[in-house]
């Protein structure tokens, strides 16, 4: 008997999916919305803001029941590499205090953002943007965003030129072509900006592989853009201040023993964000595609973004990023793929050094004379909020300076081309507005990061930003506490589980999951090389300092030299972790009586002081492992799910 096999499933696209085909090339519904006279914008609507760089948010802390939502808008700069002209800056400073929140706040992705613009002065805004030399447009959206490149304006090393340009490259290249943008927000008005490399003009036509749709306003997205979020970046052989392996795209600067550019090496399918209770949903690092000379860049961009294009999920959000296509089809054919688009198969991956991450804070020479300066920003947020006046002081610099400047990856701010006889006045200028110098920051606080969460982020579950020094000096008073002083390591927190701070790539990670408690992730490597694990599925934040002192104290007892706490934690494995934090008891000379009743939950004895009154019970080694395999499903600890258990026993006996 012959049988039929059953015909493949065709698979429902998402309503997102219909928003993008339906709206004109990223016109409608916003156009005729922009028009009303509300105070927000529809879903369908919304949809299509966010390729303009405008996410629509509410105001959660003036949420009154009966009453409607402080709606506010959020606008984010498309600035490839993190460059800010003087005048751009200038104008996004006075933006926020006409029409915003009266704060700017550096991006992860080396872009601005503006809180707090109602929907009446939107247009207004972005207007002033673009005449002033900036953009928002493909800041957010199904796209590929801010293209991200190392911050550090060096003159005497050529790599870092290149990758400044080729981030500008790639991002004109791949820049949407329709003319809404400039319909909505200028009228149609055309606004001299930087002319496009005549080789990025020549590579968006250039077909014959399948790259480009011919007769569509979108040559290379078309009509339905990209299934999501696609996120790219440039850098230098050792340089990874980019989280380069966090990214969807990767091109790294190949130069010859003369500086000249010869070509670039491409890793592909890096990314963070996941669900919550989904494990299909997960973070992955990009793996090495192959080489290709400068020549090809273009087309090889090209390919990797139609390979994207044309087979990511457009059904399942949840499943729509590149790297579940590269996990889903494994990295060989994924490679073979893109090879036909591109027309040739890639060469062999270049050798490269180690990666380092770096920040440049401090004074630096450029290698032209002239200097730069890197200043920390705790979580890019540039603010005047008492004797601290981080947005006063950068108004004044630039204004009297005319400087440049360049966001960083890690939310910090770079002055530069300045010249050597301004330093003092520069720095005086700064100290006078309470900015503190590099060699000032607790390292905990240098190499950390925050999104910005509650109260606007709509996806936040928990604070992350408005917490982050508090958190930070709870971890360095328990680190004192310990015994290590000096102690630091890369921390990042979110509100939710999409990783724009890219906690997963911290050796600490805490991870919104609920009203004050956190995922916590452990173990990633300094150089952000490595993924970290979930150690915790929830952790309630009044519980940070139990949490991670029996961690710390493990950490000191058993390090090797130099060891730092993300490699500790990855090579002793989470196992060990949990199986010394569910037998640990405070030595005497890390109990104080304040903190005994923390760490054993107990209440005050009739004496007025305080006692360790937990008891230590022996298992089987047999009966452990099934305890902390059982315990790690549910993501607690081992004494919790003893105590679970125990007293749930107890409960059926009497």
């Known amino acids: 008997m012959v049988t039929t096999p059953n015909p493949p499933t065709v698979r429902k696209p998402s309503k997102v999916e219909g928003i993008k085909e339906r709206s004109h090339f990223l016109r409608e519904p916003l156009a005729s919305e922009l028009l009303l006279d509300t105070n927000f914008f529809t879903e369908d609507a919304i949809q299509i803001l966010k390729f303009h760089g405008s996410y629509q948010q509410d105001n959660r802390d003036n949420r009154a029941k009966g009453q409607e939502k402080d709606y506010q808008m959020m606008l984010r700069t498309r600035s490839p590499g993190g460059f800010i002209p003087p005048e751009l800056y200038l104008t996004l400073d006075r933006l926020a205090d006409e029409y915003g929140n009266h704060t700017l706040r550096a991006t992860t992705r080396q872009g601005f953002q503006l809180h707090g613009v109602l929907k009446k002065n939107l247009k207004a805004t972005i207007a002033a943007i673009v005449k002033s030399m900036g953009s928002t447009l493909g800041a957010c959206g199904d796209l590929n965003r801010n293209v991200m490149a190392p911050p550090a304006p060096y003159r005497n090393r050529p ?131 192959g080489y290709v000379d400068k020549a090809d860049v273009y087309d090889a961009v090209k390919a990797i973004v139609a390979t994207q294009r044309d087979y990511g999920d457009r059904s399942d959000r949840r499943h729509a990023r590149l790297k579940y296509l590269m996990a889903d089809w494994g990295v060989d054919r994924f490679r073979t793929k893109a090879e036909e688009y591109f027309g040739k198969p890639f060469q062999p991956f270049q050798p490269l050094p180690d990666w380092q991450y770096l920040d440049f804070l401090g004074w630096h020479e450029q290698g032209d004379g002239k200097l730069f300066l890197g200043i920390n920003v705790q979580t890019g947020r540039v603010k005047d909020e008492g004797n601290f006046r981080l947005k006063t002081a950068l108004r004044t610099i630039v204004t009297t300076y005319q400087l440049p400047m360049l966001l960083t990856p890690s939310q910090n701010i770079l002055l530069y081309d300045i010249e050597p006889g301004d330093r003092a006045a520069i720095q005086s200028i700064l100290a006078d507005h309470g900015i503190r110098r590099e060699d000032e920051i607790d390292s905990l606080e240098r190499y950390a990061m925050a999104c910005p969460a509650l109260p606007t982020c709509g996806l936040a579950n928990a604070e992350s930003e408005r917490v982050l020094p508090e958190i930070l000096e709870r971890m360095r008073a328990l680190l004192v506490k310990v015994g290590l002083p000096e102690e630091y390591f890369i921390f990042r927190m979110t509100g939710c589980p999409n990783g724009c701070a890219r906690p997963y790539l911290a050796e600490v990670g805490f991870v919104g999951n609920g009203p004050d408690q956190y995922q916590v992730w452990l173990g990633a490597a300094s150089n952000q090389t490595r ?99 059982r315990a790690n499903q549910k993501g607690i600890s081992v004494s919790q799910l003893i105590s679970d258990v125990m007293g749930a026993y107890l409960q059926q006996q009497d």
């Open 159 to 289: 790599e870092y030129a290149y990758a400044l340009d080729y981030a500008n490259r790639v991002a004109d290249l791949l820049t949407p072509q329709t003319g809404a943008y400039y319909e909505i927000w200028l009228d149609d008005e055309k606004v001299i900006s930087a002319e496009e490399h005549p080789e990025v003009v020549a590579a968006r036509q250039r077909n014959g592989t399948g790259t480009v749709f011919h007769d569509n306003p979108e040559p290379i997205y078309g009509t339905h853009y990209m299934p999501r979020k696609f996120k790219a970046c440039v850098t230098v052989p050792g340089d990874n201040s980019v989280d380069l392996y966090s990214q969807d795209l990767t091109l790294v600067v190949i130069t010859d023993d003369q500086g000249s550019l010869e070509g670039f090496n491409i890793l592909a399918g890096g990314g963070l964000g996941r669900t919550h209770g989904k494990d299909d949903t997960f973070p992955r690092l990009a793996d090495p595609i």
């Open 531 to 629: 993924l970290s694990q979930v150690y915790l599925e929830k952790m309630p934040i009044d519980q940070l300092e139990t949490t991670f002192e029996p961690l710390l104290v493990y950490f000191k007892q058993n390090r090797k030299p130099d060891e730092l706490f993300g490699d500790f934690c990855d090579r002793a494995g989470l196992k060990a972790l949990h199986q010394f934090a569910a037998t640990y008891a405070p030595a005497a000379e890390y109990v104080s009586a304040s903190s005994i009743v923390d760490i054993a939950d107990q209440p005050k004895v009739s004496s007025g002081k305080k006692k360790d009154n937990r008891h230590r019970i022996t298992v089987q080694p047999a009966l452990y492992d099934r305890l902390y395999e």
